[in-house]
């Protein structure tokens, strides 16, 4: 691991003062020079691999204080960014009216990281490619800027198929942000004029010619917090992966429905495992709205949800994964009891 410097943060303006100036002593368009620390970033991991090579880190542990609190209020709910992915879970109201993000922590990692990691530690999580986790390859766009992406001809089998570029096709791991992204969640975030909000969903960017640049963070600024409008007690959060106990998903899906006298109302879907971001399958709950369910209608949903999906050599299978897991979490959520 390489020599950085170390700073623990007491306040919020401490924390984006610290970033902002660690960020513009190097290029002031980036902020991989300063990063923050949080429980389920995974910097440290990626520090130890060489990775990641920030001169200064800026622990903000310390703000939980403030930026921890869980607080559902009515038709609304409101998540500090430094809230434990365990407390979140577990909150009872969280597992009776936000069922879909309850369930997407408690299968994200192992009782013990839970108990540790953040929910914007979680969200901020970086991709799992094996070929950006190795540093002998060089040909990592997200990397390395313009030298190519091995795995779309290397081993591509945990890859995505929806949302990927001529440039990188690695996977957006999480499945907290599943979650989030179904229910058109709001991100608070503050920075150096203040603070702003904005949708979760334009949070994270896709690869296009610039896989390294991530997301629409600017230098210095933190996720604050996760705000949901309305209730959900009729979600799911459905993984499938190769092993039962913690591991990242090969396909997921986030469903939120509302189903009135048999009829969709409303409904919200979001799949993981399978895009280079955080993915919205926009066409599928179109599809869904004001229809009764059957069978038949989960499938034109689920196809129409992987309609530009873009399978390689060793991931092809994914897309018909995705379209039976999708399905199936659509056949839970109706029919579970509310």
């Known amino acids: 691991m390489r020599s950085f410097l170390y700073q623990r943060a007491t306040d919020p303006d401490m924390a984006v003062q610290a970033l902002s100036a660690a960020a513009a002593a190097n290029n002031p368009l980036t902020q991989a020079a300063a990063q923050p620390l949080a429980g389920g970033t995974t910097l440290i991991d990626l520090m ?18 403030g930026w921890s609190t869980i607080e559902p209020d009515g038709e609304n709910l409101r998540l500090g960014a430094l809230a434990k992915m365990s407390d979140v879970a577990a909150h009872d109201e969280i597992q009776r009216n936000y069922p879909v993000i309850a369930n997407s922590l408690k299968l994200a990692a192992s009782a013990q990281l839970r108990n540790m990691a953040t929910l914007g530690g979680n969200v901020m999580q970086r991709t799992r490619c094996s070929y950006f986790r190795d540093v002998s390859y060089e040909n990592c766009n ?14 591509n089998r945990m890859h995505a198929v929806l949302g990927v570029s001529d440039q990188c096709i690695a996977t ?17 975030i503050t920075g150096k004029s203040g603070s702003r909000s904005m949708p979760f969903a334009e ?11 991530e997301t629409t963070l600017q ?6 917090a996760f705000v949901v409008t309305g209730r959900w007690p009729r979600s799911v959060y459905l ?19 509302d189903v009135r006298d048999g009829t969709i109302r409303d409904a919200r879907i979001a799949l993981g495992g399978v895009a280079t971001v955080p993915w919205r399958a926009r066409e599928a709950e179109a599809l869904l709205k004001g229809q009764k369910f059957d069978d038949g209608l989960a499938q034109r949903a689920a196809d129409a949800a992987f309609a530009d999906a873009r399978g390689r050599r060793h991931n092809s299978f994914k897309i018909a994964l995705g379209k039976r897991v999708m399905a199936r979490a659509l056949q839970q959520a109706v029919t579970m009891e509310i």
Do not use: W
């Open 219 to 224: 230098p210095g600024e933190l996720i604050s």
């Open 142 to 155: 997200k990397r390395n800027p313009g030298s190519g992406c091995a795995a779309m001809d290397g081993v």
């Open 48 to 65: 130890k691999l060489d990775v990641m090579r920030p001169t200064a880190i800026v622990d903000i542990n310390p703000l939980a204080r």
């Open 239 to 257: 993984k499938a992966r190769d092993r039962q106990s913690y591991e990242f998903a090969l396909s997921s899906a986030a469903i939120a429905l």
């Open 203 to 213: 949070l994270h960017k896709a690869p296009g010619n610039s896989p390294d640049i």
């Open 172 to 188: 957006y791991p999480g499945d907290f942000a599943q979650a989030l992204i179904a229910l058109d969640t709001t991100v608070e």
